[in-house]
């Protein structure tokens, strides 16, 4: 039998049709991701546990009206006494909380695979660049899902940024569904992000948690620090990002990527391709 390159005729016709399939790979990823969920996965992950919810819910609201309350106004008045030196360094660092720097190259990984991911390509390195792509897009909507909400959220709240409107340092000034920048302070879609990162990594590399809990809190800081919002609007972020990002797994672990529900109601992290299948695979993509 006739081959072409070392593929049959078929395979290295099919592998030469593209775009088309390019925009398949991505139609099948979509596919993929919408499937139904298996029967009753939500029902039993552990921190859904109605209980566990109120419980949950109560502490993160009494925490975030205590420290509008008792820390906000104190904390803008104490950081406006801080050396100049010491807020431009975290006036440069807080831009690192912008979703753009992980959407971005996480979002180019993904149109990249979906391009290379050639039909010719043997069965297990399709295999090798699904599983990557699972986990790249995961991290992807983990970090953009709460991430938009929030941009939604937060303006239909209205709660004026620090030292802005009548009183200055008055943490209770609301202009509810007003959509401007100004009053689009709760929850600091910072923070959002930080913490959606350090939820989306952590669960898939546990190693970088360390590193990852810095980035967060010092992110977490800097928008205090560089008065865009106020202690309050930090911790809400937190929680919106962690909350959102936990919601995305399941999404994913209701349809067993990249993650599975254990009996027990607890998500655990399949395990990827190792970095040297992906190395493999990598110098097949670019190979002439």
Not at 104 to 120: E, N, Q
Request: with cysteine; aromatic share 10%.
């Amino acid at each position: 039998m006739s081959v072409t390159g070392g593929l049959k005729p078929a395979a290295a016709q099919r592998a030469g049709r593209w775009p088309q399939w390019a925009c398949t790979n991505v139609a099948q990823w979509l596919v993929l991701l919408g499937r139904p969920a298996r029967a009753r996965a939500a029902a039993t992950m552990a921190w859904r546990a109605p209980l566990r919810l109120a419980v949950g819910a109560v502490i993160v609201t009494a925490l975030i009206a205590g420290t509008m309350v008792a820390f906000d106004a104190w904390a803008i008045r104490a950081v406006e006494r801080l050396p100049s030196w010491l807020i431009a360094v975290f006036d440069e660092l807080t831009d690192f909380g912008k979703s753009g720097w992980f959407l971005v190259p996480t979002g180019i990984a993904l149109l990249v695979i979906a391009a290379l991911a050639s039909p010719a390509l043997p069965h297990v390195s399709r295999l090798v660049l699904a599983a990557v792509s699972v986990r790249v897009g995961f991290v992807f909507l983990a970090i953009g899902v709460p991430g938009l909400a929030v941009t939604v959220v937060k303006r239909l709240i209205g709660r004026a940024r620090p030292l802005v409107g009548p009183g200055g340092e008055n943490p209770f000034g609301y202009l509810p569904f007003g959509w401007i920048v100004e009053y689009a302070s709760l929850p600091s879609g910072h923070a959002t992000t930080a913490f959606g990162v350090l939820l989306a990594i952590g669960v898939l590399w546990p190693r970088l948690r360390p590193l990852l809990w810095t980035y967060a809190v010092i992110i977490a800081v800097s928008r205090v620090v560089v008065t865009a919002h106020h202690p309050s609007d930090v911790l809400a972020g937190a929680v919106f990002g962690i909350v959102g990002a936990l919601l995305v797994r399941d999404w994913f672990a209701a349809r067993r990527l990249g993650f599975v529900l254990g009996a027990d109601g607890v998500i655990r992290a399949l395990p990827g391709p190792s970095f040297a299948r992906i190395k493999k695979v990598a110098r097949q993509l670019v190979a002439p």
